[in-house]
């Protein structure tokens, strides 16, 4: 059984004139000691989707279907259950750092706050634990750091700060959302490499949200690409990076800068607001290899294997296709080559 | 002539070490100089905490120097009052590191943008709202945000609702701080060459911070390499890729993540998909992070540097150049 499932999951805002879906029949596993990578453009709804796991949704939103962590759905979990699974089993590094830490704490206080509520741990030895916490993730001289406030940190150690927080209570699974984007190379690089370890020696499971292809490729097992509130292609990062599939993956491999000089090749227009999607397929109008039929219906995300099967492009199918996803009518055709 | 230059500029953060002893010092910026022509782009790049942001904080003037000047237009900034004040504010902008701390939370996306193009009077009163559309619009956002507030959107939407009012007022320079970071690839590249659109048409010039070296490469015309607070290494962009002399240069270089697949059966071969991946023995070789508050001797960075020899925990080397650049370690 999987650690986390995400069954059907939608996620709406209410608004003055009825309710705006936002995330749309989301269906995803987890494993232990799993990464699980999930990528999509700005506003496609990556964030609101690990809220919703951590049950702190914005006031305004509310989520159906069914999230079950451990056996037990979230979503019908009471209040005080899910506190407590919050910080212990269940963690998150939020994506903008600086305006989820305390701005009248020091950053010492905050973690090792942490680990008095959850790990029942007295003040002094927090202290410590807080130092080591913040040695492993390569801030210089902890001890003089503990006592300052988050102004007097640089991005890139206020992101650590949060990640320190975040794995203080060694969760079952860790929401990370674009947990390095504030970092430089080589403490990505070491950074990367902690949640790595804490993922074979605890076996703890890792979503990973970032923009940064490079980190998944290097990271993950598994990746989601998400477009407009839906997941459009679920692959092994060997196979998502090999053989894509989906056209909005396509144009993401596409639009990564390369030689100097030479235009950069956007997908062309900008995702609409969650109220205007497209009929049909909800990229179709964004889509270079849309076709009539795309308008028509929205097409389901399905194995590839299937996908080829109904077609006369059988001959594509690849052992690995029964664990590659994808949301398009297209699938079957290999619309990309390298 | 430069249009922005930065002179021994120097900035310390007094700390508290402990209850009974004198504060230490944080060394954000220790002697920097740089400068940068209309039209170009010189990129800072460095570890995190390395003193990219404070650097872009007092061009800025949000922060007053602990010594050195900022020259814009030749006139020193920390100097400036009066119309002369107004007019750099307008001439010099910044898009910050984290756009939600940027934002006020009770001003809707209309009074955001509205307000520098009311404060310079960009446009007459009655074609703001106008103007504010035609700027969402540039980075990709629609009419239908504008009563909107800061915490109704996505982090990418907040960083773009920050570009847009960067660009209101028409600046000569914009200082860029991680602007790109938070945004999906392809929403990465629409900015990109908006920013080079803006570049080429209103001759724009760009402090560009970035830890996204890929995009460096692409966009900036010059790269400082910062080191606890210095420039340790000063090259024209295609030189530094090329060929990095500085040791923390080379280890920044071949730390990136890139796309590589291990894969038996299929090969990639592709501009987009590198196929390098990063240089695993550097990067676990590289050592604790020194702290700025307690500075090796000698060079700063010889406890982690693998080319390390006989002066560099003594002697501390100069910025000097060698080879068409500029470079401070004892091998040159
Ligand atoms: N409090 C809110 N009220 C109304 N709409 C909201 C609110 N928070 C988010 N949204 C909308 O929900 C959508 C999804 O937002 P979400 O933050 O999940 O995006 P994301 O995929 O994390 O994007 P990014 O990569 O830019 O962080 C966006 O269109 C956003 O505008
Ligand atoms: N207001 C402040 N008070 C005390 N120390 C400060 C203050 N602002 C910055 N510092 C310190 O100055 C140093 C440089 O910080 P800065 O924010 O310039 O780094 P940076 O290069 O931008 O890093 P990052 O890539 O993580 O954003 C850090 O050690 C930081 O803690
Ligand atoms: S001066 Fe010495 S320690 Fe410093 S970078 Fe050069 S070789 Fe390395
Ligand atoms: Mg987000
Ligand atoms: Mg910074």
Redesign the interface.
């Known amino acids: 059984m999987s650690l986390l499932t995400l069954r059907s999951l939608d996620i709406s805002f209410r608004s003055t004139n009825g309710s705006i879906k936002v995330v749309s029949d989301l269906n995803l596993e987890i494993e232990e000691a799993e990464v699980f990578g999930l990528v999509g453009e700005s506003g496609c709804g990556k964030t609101l989707t690990a809220l919703s796991i951590m049950g702190i949704l914005p006031q305004n939103a509310f989520a159906e279907g069914e999230i079950i962590f451990k056996g037990n759905n979230l979503l019908t979990l009471d209040r005080e259950s899910m506190r407590k699974l919050r910080g212990k089993e269940l963690s998150m590094i939020f994506q903008e750092p600086a305006t989820s830490l305390n701005p009248v704490l020091t950053v010492g206080y905050q973690v090792a706050e942490v680990l008095t509520t959850h790990m029942g741990i007295s003040k002094k030895e927090a202290i410590n634990t807080t130092i080591e916490l913040l040695k492993a993730v390569k801030i210089p001289s902890p001890e003089i750091r503990i006592k300052e406030y988050p102004h007097q940190l640089s991005g890139g150690m206020k992101q650590r700060v949060m990640i320190a927080m975040s794995i203080a209570c060694k969760p079952s699974l860790l929401i990370a959302d674009e947990p390095t984007t504030a970092l430089d190379v080589t403490i990505q690089a070491q950074i990367l490499e902690l949640l790595q370890r804490l993922r074979e020696d605890m076996k703890m499971a890792v979503l990973l949200i970032t923009h940064d292809l490079g980190i998944i490729a290097e990271n993950a097992q598994r990746v989601g690409i998400m477009y407009a509130g839906r997941l459009m292609e679920l692959a092994d990062v060997s196979e998502l990076f090999n053989n894509p599939r989906h056209p909005y993956t396509i144009g993401l491999l596409e639009s990564l800068p390369e030689e100097k000089g030479t235009p950069l090749k956007p997908i062309p227009g900008f995702v609409p607001e969650p109220d205007r999607l497209p009929p049909g397929c909800k990229f179709s109008d964004r889509c270079r290899f849309a076709i009539p039929q795309c308008k028509e219906k929205e097409p389901e995300l399905i194995p590839l294997s299937i996908a080829s099967n109904n077609s006369n492009h059988s001959s594509l199918i690849t052992h690995h296709s029964s664990l590659h996803f994808v949301r398009c009518i297209r699938a079957s055709e290999k619309l990309w080559h390298f | 002539m430069a249009l922005l230059k930065v002179d021994s500029l120097k900035k310390y ?1 007094p ?3 402990g209850f009974m002893t004198a504060p ?1 010092l944080v060394k954000a910026v220790d002697g920097i100089d740089l400068s940068i022509d209309e039209d170009r782009v010189f990129a800072l ?5 390395c003193g990219k ?1 404070t650097v872009a904080r007092l061009i800025l003037r949000l922060l007053p120097p602990t010594s050195g000047k900022v020259l814009f237009q030749d006139k020193n900034v920390f100097e400036l009052s009066g119309d002369n004040l107004k007019a750099f504010r307008k001439s010099v902008q910044i898009i910050f ?5 940027s934002l006020n939370p009770r001003k809707s996306i209309l009074d955001t943008i509205a307000e520098p193009l009311r404060i310079h009077r960009i446009v007459e009163k009655k074609k703001i709202k106008e103007k504010v559309l035609e700027l969402l619009n540039k980075v ?3 009419s ?1 945000i504008l009563n909107r507030y800061p ?1 109704e ?5 907040r960083q ?1 609702i920050c570009i847009a009012r960067a660009l209101a007022v028409s600046p000569k320079v914009i200082v860029a ?2 602007p790109l ?10 900015i ?2 908006l920013l080079q659109e803006l570049k080429r048409e209103y001759k724009i010039s760009f402090l560009f911070i970035s ?1 996204a ?3 460096v ?2 966009f900036s015309d010059a790269i400082g390499v910062m080191y606890l607070g210095k420039i340790v290494e000063h090259a024209k ?2 030189d530094l890729f090329r060929k990095p002399f500085h040791p923390y240069t080379e ?2 270089l071949s ?9 038996d059966e ?1 090969e ?6 590198k196929l390098r ?2 240089n695993l023995k550097l ?1 676990n070789g ?1 050592g ?7 500075i090796p001797p000698g060079c700063p960075f010889h406890p982690r540097c693998p080319k390390r020899f006989e002066p560099c925990d003594k002697v501390i080397p100069v910025l000097k150049e060698s080879g068409g650049r500029l470079v401070s370690c004892h091998l040159y």
């Open positions: 953060f700390v508290k070490k230490a790049v460095g570890e995190s905490g942001s590191q984290d756009p939600f701390a990709g956002l629609g239908d915490h959107f996505s982090g990418g939407q773009r701080d991680e970071s938070a945004l999906d690839v392809s929403i990465q590249a629409q990109l060459n830890h070296l890929n995009i490469n692409y962009t295609e280890i920044l730390s990136a993540p890139t796309i590589k697949v291990q894969s299929l990639i071969r592709s501009k987009n998909v991946t990063r990067k590289l604790e992070v020194p702290s700025p508050i307690d």
